[in-house]
């Protein structure tokens, strides 16, 4: 059963863009979650959709944004990137939504800012 | 509120027992868990332990949890240099189930 696919691996933007992340989800899961990790913050909770709606957010500004198809796959989009964007986004996917047993994450895109 | 907090560091030597810390406020936690990230990877579950429960063993990892204290402890059993990597002890918001938060995790490294 494949896990959960990131694409790309690896971004480099320039400040003032905007770039977008997709996240395809393991087979069946319907809940995917975005998590941003920084050497400084450590891993900080975006948001979380289910079926198609957003359940839950972070503390991000409105410049983070995401959405999800009605095939469960998700993207994520960042407009206007700061220094401070760069980091690994990581996105995880479970079958009810709710923690549970625990979320299956996947390698992640590393966003760097330049 | 919500906030997890671990030790940055541990080194231990192979062979050895490998004890990682966690304290954790929110009272109303359902799950905690135990997430490891080698370098480049994502984050791979690898235990996980409802509220109810004191401890749960599955192989060389034993997870102890004291409620009253908001501590949480996995013990990896003879530690191999495969097991190097950042631990992350994280729990589930029973406000928030959707939710995990986690530490700032532990680089855990071992020694020949």
């Known amino acids: 059963k494949a896990g959960v696919t990131q694409t790309p691996r690896y971004l480099i933007k320039t400040r003032g863009q905007q770039v977008t992340l997709s996240c395809s989800p393991i087979?069946?899961?319907?809940?995917v979650s975005w998590y941003q990790q920084t050497p400084g913050q450590g891993l900080q909770f975006l948001f979380e959709?289910?079926?198609?709606?957003?359940?839950n957010k972070g503390n991000f500004p409105g410049r983070f944004s995401g959405r999800q198809f009605s095939n469960s796959r998700s993207e994520m989009n960042v407009s206007t990137l700061e220094l401070g964007d760069s980091a690994l986004y990581l996105c995880?996917?479970?079958?009810?939504?709710?923690?549970?047993?625990?979320?299956?994450f996947g390698s992640g895109t590393r966003l760097t800012v330049v | 509120g919500e906030d997890v907090e671990q030790s940055l560091f541990l080194s231990v030597r192979e062979g050895d027992s490998s004890v990682i810390n966690c304290t954790y406020t929110?009272?109303?936690?359902?799950?905690l868990y135990w997430y490891k990230q080698e370098p480049g990877a994502g984050l791979q579950l690898l235990t996980y332990?409802?509220?109810?429960?004191d401890m749960k063993q599955d192989q060389r990892l034993t997870v102890l949890l004291n409620k009253k204290d908001k501590h949480l402890s996995l013990r990896i059993a003879d530690t191999q240099t495969g097991d190097s990597a950042i631990y992350f002890c994280?729990?589930?918001?029973?406000?928030?189930?959707?939710?995990?938060?986690f530490g700032s995790g532990t680089r855990l490294s071992i020694r020949p």
């Open positions: 959709y289910f079926s198609e709606t957003q359940r």
């Open positions: 994280a729990e589930s918001p029973y406000s928030s189930a959707s939710k995990i938060i």
């Open positions: 929110d009272s109303s936690s359902t799950y």
């Open positions: 087979s069946g899961h319907r809940s």
């Open positions: 332990i409802f509220s109810n429960m």
């Open positions: 995880a996917s479970s079958s009810t939504g709710a923690a549970n047993y625990g979320y299956t």
